[in-house]
């Protein structure tokens, strides 16, 4: 769930990694837009989820013939075409899954906004009758035999669960020079705006799926940046919720301090009827208890396009400085919310950037933790962390073709949790970027929500150097447990970025008011048109 691998320049590339700016290319004549090969039109491109509920409501509109339309658009884009390579696996019930939403909906009996409506899962969450594998082959054969509480959140609100997206492999969290995208089982999945470029991670699936319409939402999962970065450079909106308010039971874990599912959509809208889905306290999941106010949410009645007339922002230019076409975006971005009615005030974290090393311990530490005991309840031969690396060891040719397992190396070679070492690292790194950092800026300046530039362009795919980009706003928010929202701001040369809006503990109703507002302003998405590669040329 992490987003990136470390960098051996960086104590941790989980948070803004801030190197210097690479060279502007050489001026010269702008080249031409390269082609996009013919592909044939789809009737639901950027549809929403209420406009196609509506079309279902009106019978116009069957979920079992829109599903069929998912799953001949993946057929023309995904396995065939560009070759997007965004769905490793698709569920072989969906259509029956839909013709039963539809029965329902004759009798008289929908469930609710996402009655019948395709939605495509990161492939770390358990879901029957697909494999849960992380990627890898080792888990290829791995089915779950039960679905994780938020598939089964899904199901209850009449979703048709489509497929499984591909990843980085486990999460991207097996070495520190990994090409993000990339799994043993899955391969690579592109970006849909430059089939050249990286489409982050390790949510990438998830996010050039629902960016390409292969879907009509879909969940991904974060431990540091795997919902806000694929998001933001495929010009989704992705919701990272507060830890503890959607379930981490059924899904393959990295960190219990900081992982989290979300949505990741074309909207603020979809994305927030899918965690109003989502979101409930799971008496299995240790974070569920800390919501002082277990009170179900309706985070579509938040949906308001004035909700920055006398809201107070914060920008966070502590994380600006790593990509000038990316900040000159967000200044855009900026003066949107000032013309919208928010007062902008600049605002810095006492505490920048000294969660980095805690967390990074803390994230050996509890994957090995919560690996082992995830694989000790899964039909699988492989029960332990060691058990893998021997495995990627024995296949090295499938697995370790272009980077190795440096990070499980790392993990193993730690103690339980009960080590005062984790404990330490666990205390810091939560301090540190909660009360001590997003906590005393939102206090200092009275703010209701702090916002930065969510990630730089997506960079090419490297698989001999792995990845290489140049920083990202989104760290602090991850390593606190606090919710985060990326929205489209604009693009970078054909490649979207995003504008990230981070606030404390549970603020995600406040978070998503000023999210939409925004969206209602800017407009700024785009759909992607399938390009080979991107063209320099200047910016306006």
Known sequence: MRRLPLALACTLLLAACQPATPPAPPAAKPAATPAAAAQPAFAFEEASIADLQAKMAAGTLTSRALVQAYLDRIAAIDRAGPRLNAVIELNPDALKEAEARDAERQAGKPRGPLHGIPVLLKDNIDATPMANSAGSLALADHRPKADAFLVARLRAAGAVILGKTNLSEWANFRSTRSSSGWSGRGGQTKNPYALDRNPCGSSSGTGTAVAANLAAAGIGTETDGSIICPSAVAALVG??????????????????????????????????????????????????????????????????????????????????????????????????????????????????????????????????????????????????????????????????????????????????????????????????????????????????????????????????????????????????????????????????????????????????????????????????????????????
Do not use: C
Not at 273 to 295: N, Q, S, V, Y
Not at 455 to 477: C, E, K, L, Q, R
Not at 503 to 520: F, K, M, N
């Open 239 to 540: 919701i990272k919720p507060t830890v503890g308010l959607v379930s981490r039971s059924g899904i393959i874990p990295i960190s219990v301090s900081q992982d989290t599912a979300g949505p990741m959509a074309r909207s603020v809208a979809d994305a927030a009827a899918l965690l109003t889905a989502i979101a409930a306290p799971d008496p299995a999941d240790p974070a569920a208890g800390e919501r002082k106010d277990p009170t179900p949410i309706d985070y579509t009645a938040h949906l308001k396009a004035d909700a920055l007339k006398g809201a107070r922002i914060g920008v966070l230019r502590q994380l600006m400085g790593y990509h000038p076409d990316t900040d000159a975006q967000f200044e855009r971005a900026v003066a949107a919310l000032k013309a919208a009615g928010a007062t902008v005030v600049d605002a810095r974290l006492p505490s920048f950037r000294r969660w980095d090393a805690p967390e990074m311990d803390v994230l050996l530490y509890e994957f090995k933790d919560g690996l082992n005991r995830y694989l000790a309840g899964a039909d699988t031969p492989y029960k332990t962390l060691a058990d893998l690396i021997a495995y990627n060891k024995a296949h090295a040719a499938q697995e370790m073709p272009y980077f190795g397992q440096e990070l499980f190396e790392q993990a193993q070679a730690k103690g339980p949790l009960t080590e005062p070492a984790y404990r330490r690292a666990r205390d810091a790194a939560r301090r540190l970027a909660g009360p001590e950092g997003i906590d005393a800026a939102l206090r200092q300046h009275k703010l209701d929500a702090l916002v930065a530039p969510a990630m730089s362009p997506a960079w090419p795919i490297d698989w001999i150097n792995g990845d290489h980009f140049t920083g990202a706003g989104y760290g602090v928010a991850a390593v606190a447990r606090y919710p985060s929202i990326t929205v489209p701001m604009g693009q970078v040369h054909g490649l979207p970025v995003g504008i990230v809006f981070m606030g404390t503990a549970w603020s995600e109703p406040r978070l998503i008011e000023l999210a939409y507002a925004y969206e209602q302003a800017s407009r700024a998405r785009r759909p992607p048109k399938l390009l080979p590669t991107v063209a320099y040329a200047p910016l306006p």
